[in-house]
């Protein structure tokens, strides 16, 4: 829910999908001008899940906010109480256009089903878990992706499984693109994919504006933890944390105080609370983590891998500033936010070169010294990309940027001119109002 309904609740607001609020904020702001009464749902359980509110804002704007019935602990399964209560929701509110933002989850289908109008029903891509189940895998080896931990069998959840989660996802996710008649996307990536699985479907080119404080404030050299590496994520294959650790030999060989911050949920939390070798602590491991832990002392970096907690939007930011570089190792990506989120503030960035990244992310190959990888050289490179599952790749462009000189100087001022002319808020809002006039406008 957004930060100003869970005020509303009296509940601790979420900061995950912040970039939601700023652009919900932008349109109760003009809400006068452009004639639009926003209608908000937002997954809920027990009596929250039956909550329906309008709520009054600064300058006499309206949000109306409803809940709606959904476990996102249990992304894979559909269940038809959402749809019903979708259903009396959209009865109430009547809305013109409905708005999905992401496929990740089964509400998507369910709105498309309870609302019924292909031609008004827009879908904004975000990731794509059908694609994501295909990489989900991140080049563990067999001992590890074939291993059920004590925790994997008590709650059925090993990595395997995981990644069939991913496949039911998928499913759902094939189906709700295949049912609407309008996209937004912002990737050549999520382009193919959208038009693979529906070629009638029309495609609105659009960009996202990220959360507001990252507009403010830039990264400096002299203020930063030097040979620190920050992370935004590591608690699952996808985004790769294992590539990191695999690299860190290579890059202790010449940066022996290199020190990596790891943001969100600790894959070995647990364990470091209860003892890294005592029982308790290996017996609620799963195989994820368990790997994590083993790489980590093999490479020798038990006490320089730090895990950070969820950190809200400031103290996100803060990270980002204190570090040296900014590492996004995934083995998919759509146009990750945390990258625009490190180009808008200038940090040196590397990323692997998966998904729609290079659509957001003008990457100098690492070894090739062959310009951006979109193979423009009009184009100025925004950081350095490297092939996903090259450590060594990964360790030379981590230690290029330590290195400093006239080359990190220009990508970070390449990036954060790059990543403030795509999150322009301005002008993305004023997108999203010509393809809400363009689907309104139809007939049918």
């Not at 259903?87 to 992401?102: A, N, T």
């Not at 089903?113 to 878990?129: D, E, M, N, P, V």
């Not at 930011?317 to 503030?345: T, W």
């Not at 951006?372 to 940027?401: F, H, W």
């Amino acid at each position: 829910m957004l930060p100003v309904i869970a005020q509303s609740l009296k509940q601790e607001a979420s900061h995950k999908e912040g970039w939601l609020t700023g652009l919900s904020n932008r349109i109760l702001m003009h809400q006068k001008e452009n004639g639009i009464e926003l209608g908000v749902c937002f997954p809920a359980e027990g009596e929250k899940s039956r909550w329906g509110k309008n709520i009054i804002l600064p300058g006499e704007n309206t949000l109306y906010a409803y809940g709606f019935p959904e476990n996102v602990h249990q992304a894979e399964i559909y269940r038809t109480e959402t749809e019903d209560r979708l259903r009396e929701i959209m009865e109430e509110f009547r809305p013109d256009i409905v708005h999905c933002f992401g496929t990740e989850y089964p509400h998507t289908l369910a709105a498309v089903r309870a609302f019924g109008r292909r031609s008004k029903t827009l879908i904004g891509i975000q990731g794509l878990c059908a694609v994501y189940a295909e990489h989900f895998r991140a080049d563990l080896p067999d001992s590890v992706w074939n291993r059920t931990t004590f925790r994997d069998k008590v709650k059925r959840d090993n990595l395997k499984q995981q990644q069939q989660k991913y496949v039911l996802r998928g499913k759902n996710e094939i189906e709700a693109i295949k049912s609407v008649g309008h996209v937004t996307g912002r990737t050549d990536w999520d382009k193919y994919y959208t038009k693979l699985w529906n070629p009638d479907v029309q495609y609105h080119f659009m960009n996202e504006t990220l959360r507001s404080n990252f507009y403010e404030g830039s990264w400096k050299l002299e203020s930063c933890k030097k040979h620190s590496i920050f992370l935004s994520q590591g608690d699952y294959p996808i985004k790769g944390l294992h590539y990191m650790l695999q690299a860190m030999p290579e890059i202790l060989k010449k940066y022996p105080d290199a020190e990596i911050y790891v943001a969100g949920n600790s894959i070995i939390k647990t364990a470091a609370e209860k003892g890294l070798s005592g029982l308790k602590g290996k017996i609620k491991l799963e195989s994820y983590g368990k790997y994590i832990l083993s790489l980590m002392k093999q490479t020798k970096t038990l006490g320089k891998v730090h895990f950070l907690g969820r950190l809200d939007a400031e103290q996100m930011k803060q990270r980002y500033l204190d570090s040296h570089v900014f590492v996004c190792p995934s083995s998919i990506e759509n146009s990750p936010n945390s990258v625009g989120e490190a180009m808008l503030l200038g940090v040196p960035t590397v990323c692997s070169d998966v998904g729609g990244v290079f659509s957001i992310f003008h990457g100098e190959m690492c070894g090739t010294g062959a310009g951006p990888a979109t193979g423009d050289s009009e184009e100025k490179a925004d950081g350095i990309l490297y092939p996903v599952n090259d450590v060594q790749a990964l360790a030379e462009a981590v230690c290029r940027m330590f290195s400093g000189g006239q080359a990190v100087e220009s990508y970070t001022k390449n990036a954060r001119d790059h990543a403030r002319e795509n999150h322009d808020p301005e002008k993305n809002y004023g997108r999203l109002m010509e393809i809400y006039q363009e689907i309104n406008a139809k007939d049918i």
